[in-house]
């Protein structure tokens, strides 16, 4: 074929997560984030939301056949560059989606591993997490937990708080390719991120911790990787310009409604110099101080 004929077109990444009418976090923002960062979105509705900058009021998981379903379609028409997990809502969709992600070993997959669920009771939320952790974990190239999410979703039998590195250990022989341990919730000065793989600590990052409470800064992280990885950095690479983005969008922050700060992941169109002079680089490191 003529190569005036090739047609070319963004990176595609497929996003399976819950929607957020906020805009702040869930599926809104993996849509903002890939294409604010150079990709085409493809999205999968896995669950309905009704929330505010606030707080959420009510989560509906949809039908697994849906998700399922919506998935297929997407897959069939279009090859994809990479896959971003959020938000499942049930075992049933986490079967449904590891086994849609099972036929495409070689497509980069980004788990960010929310637990919410529809049911709102303690044993479902276990019995998700148990299910994202042996259906998901596996096959993903990079999980993207805060300190929280990776003690809930080693599953030890601690007496005490097992250690991070523990954690990512844990994840680690439970199948990921990589973990990267954010420490937006840790009792630190700064944030400390770490990526771990198979052979030990691969980099840490520290970064400023911006003052503010943030809605949506973990799902913008997870889905800069896959669009870093979409468009052909390795992992290392990609964890820490999708770090540097991320600190990016929360320093810009802003409160259109009553509650949490939302990043501002259109930074870059709208970006103005300050009164003294161009705005000062950030230091090593992004926060993420409240990540959905």
């Not at 979105?41 to 009704?50: G, H, M, N, Q, R």
């Not at 980069?108 to 997490?129: K, M, N, Q, R, T």
Request: charged share 20%; glycine share 8%.
């Amino acid at each position: 074929m003529p190569a005036e004929t090739l047609q070319t077109y963004p990176p595609l990444v497929l996003a399976f997560a819950a929607t957020d009418p906020s805009g702040g976090a869930g599926l809104q923002a993996d849509v903002l984030t890939l294409a604010s960062m150079g990709c085409h979105p493809l999205s999968v509705v896995t669950a309905i939301t009704v929330r505010d900058t606030l707080a959420a009021e009510g989560f509906l998981a949809l039908d697994a056949e849906w998700v399922a379903d919506q998935a297929r379609c997407l897959l069939e028409d279009m090859a994809v560059d990479a896959f971003k997990i959020g938000a499942l809502g049930s075992v049933e969709n986490v079967a449904a989606v590891a086994e849609i992600v099972s036929d495409y070993p070689d497509v980069p997959l980004v788990l960010d591993p929310i637990h919410a669920s529809g049911h709102g009771d303690e044993s479902a939320a276990d019995e998700l997490v148990h299910a994202i952790r042996e259906l998901l974990l596996p096959q993903a190239l990079v999980v993207t937990p805060n300190g929280m999410e990776a003690r809930r979703l080693a599953e030890g039998d601690d007496a005490d708080e097992p250690a991070l590195a523990l954690c990512a250990e844990r994840l680690l022989e439970a199948g990921a390719g990589y973990v990267l341990i954010t420490g937006t919730h840790e009792p630190t000065a700064d944030i400390v991120n770490t990526l771990y793989g198979k052979s030990g600590v691969v980099r840490t990052d520290r970064w400023q911790r911006l003052p503010g409470t943030f809605h949506g800064s973990g799902c913008t992280l997870a889905s800069a990787i896959a669009a870093l990885l979409a468009n052909g950095l390795d992992l290392a690479d990609a964890v820490h310009e999708a770090q540097e983005y991320t600190w990016q969008t929360l320093q810009r922050a802003y409160r259109p409604g009553m509650g949490l700060l939302l990043p501002d992941r259109l930074f870059w169109a709208r970006e103005e110099p300050e009164a003294d002079g161009e705005a000062a680089p950030p230091p090593d490191g992004s926060d993420a101080r409240s990540r959905h």
